[in-house]
């Protein structure tokens, strides 16, 4: 399961409500306030490898991507 979408079970407990009901209670995430879960990248939705340097909050991958046009320059 993804991080983004815990609902992809939902399809096949819909027959049994008590059960998607029990499914719902248990594994729904939890709200974060603080921690590497509560920051996500703009663009992908990527938790882990986050720069939130200069107001960027993109990942890496997606950061390599837009370095150019944002304006930073590669050294080496």
């Known amino acids: 399961m993804s991080y983004s979408n815990y609902e992809k079970a939902f399809k096949q407990l819909k027959v049994k409500p008590a059960k998607l009901e029990k499914y719902k209670k248990c594994n729904s995430p939890k709200e974060r306030k603080t921690g590497i879960a509560n920051r996500r990248c703009r663009r992908c939705g990527r938790i882990r490898g986050h720069i939130k340097k200069y107001g960027l909050h993109v990942c890496r991958q997606c950061f390599r991507e837009i370095a150019q046009?944002?304006?930073?320059?590669?050294?080496?």
Do not use: H
């Open 69 to 76: 046009k944002v304006g930073f320059k590669k050294y080496s």
